[in-house]
């Protein structure tokens, strides 16, 4: 089964090729990303109206830094955080707040279509209102307020990796990498390959992987 992994980002998709082989290839599609208070929503609804777009099975993802006692802030707004406050004034309020735990999380949505038998990952249904999005797929126009309010299920794939916050190191990675650190070292100074070998994209791809192997 072929498989489209809807980025930008070149770099994903050679990471999720070193769990799915060749059954990988890049979409790059402008889904909309909808506002939440957690990731899974946000994966969800872009994983449904990517696959009404491309009407073949998609995945997206959607990750975040947790902070423990910010009750889990920047989380889904990690991204238009860094771009307003910056990582280091974000790595500052953590450290004068006392707070050094925290985590990566990673959410890995599935879509094609299709019902899924019982497993330990949840599904996504979103809101139940009547929309064949299956069909619409198949050729007839669907409108955003259809993709968000349709009931195609959406499976989902949990990675995380624990970590503290740090003064800002490295000259690696990006984002807030440099006030990560994972077993000794920031995510700014792992080589490309450390940093895969831990990574909470990488754990949420091994999970889903190991499932689509059997879809």
Known sequence: MSLRYVTTNEGKVREALEYLDDDVTQLDYDYTEVQAED???VAAHGAREAFVHAGEPVIVDDAGLFIDDLDGFPGPYSSYVEDTLGVERVGRLARE???LDAQFRCVIAYCDGEEFA???EPVDRGERRGQDLAADARGSATTDAQVAGGDVPVKLF?????GTIVEPRGDGGFGYDPIFEHGGKTLAEMSAEE???ISHRGRALAKFAEWFAER
């Open 39 to 41: 990731l899974e929503t």
């Open 97 to 99: 707040e006392g707070t």
């Open 118 to 120: 019982a497993t330990p």
């Open 158 to 162: 949990t990675g995380a990796v624990p």
């Open 195 to 197: 940093k895969n070998a």
